[in-house]
């Protein structure tokens, strides 16, 4: 069923890319509605927790605006899904936007994860999640985000950040053991 579901919306999403293509305002405010709120996320997650929301939103815009330009160029067999195109240019931004900042921001309100615990359990281990996938560096921090929050395989994460697949398995064995690391000591405190 979920098989079924995915085939139809990439059977819907690229329909919806030709029109956009050639040039359908209406197609293209679709996938920008259909996008926004993984583009939206995937900056917050890697700008938290000192980014300033309007910084999100304007890099959010810059991220659709990039692709709007480009969006006659793309070529689905030679770049993958648009959703992963679109996370790639998200994440560039965000990447350049922490080599550029210097001083702290006002910050966003904290970027929850989702904890499978029960209970009064699941708050705090979704907090420890959080608090503990800020801390990450933003290399690892990206790697994380693009696999376990937007399901993008170890080829299109190479692809996003302009690494090879080996520093993607490298980069995601270090972060999840950092992860592990933070939830170990939260449980104990």
């Known amino acids: 069923m979920a098989m ?19 040039g359908d305002e209406s197609a293209w405010r679709a996938l920008v509605g259909r ?20 910084l999100v939103e304007d890099l959010a ?23 992963s195109w ?11 936007e922490l080599r550029r900042r210097r001083a ?13 615990a029960a209970g009064p359990d699941r708050r705090l281990l979704a907090a420890s999640l959080t608090r503990a996938v800020e801390a990450l560096s933003p290399d690892h921090r990206a790697v994380i985000l693009l696999r376990e929050v937007h399901g993008l395989d170890y080829e299109e994460i190479a692809a996003a ?8 398995r490298s980069r995601l064995s270090r972060a999840r053991a950092e992860l592990r690391a933070a939830l170990a000591e939260a449980r104990n405190d």
């Open 61 to 83: 815009q810059e991220t659709f605006l990039r692709a709007f330009r480009a969006l006659a160029s793309f070529d689905r067999a030679a770049s993958g899904r648009l959703s």
């Open 161 to 168: 950040l302009a690494i090879s697949i080996g520093t993607v």
């Open 35 to 54: 996008y926004q709120r993984p583009v939206f996320a995937l900056l917050s997650r890697m700008l938290s927790p000192v980014a300033r929301r309007d």
């Open 4 to 22: 079924l579901h995915r085939a139809r919306l990439t059977t819907t999403d690229d329909l919806t890319l030709a029109r956009a293509q050639r």
């Open 104 to 116: 702290p921001q006002e910050a966003l309100q904290p970027v929850h994860f989702q904890a499978t």
């Open 86 to 96: 679109l996370l790639t240019i998200a994440m560039r931004l965000a990447l350049d």
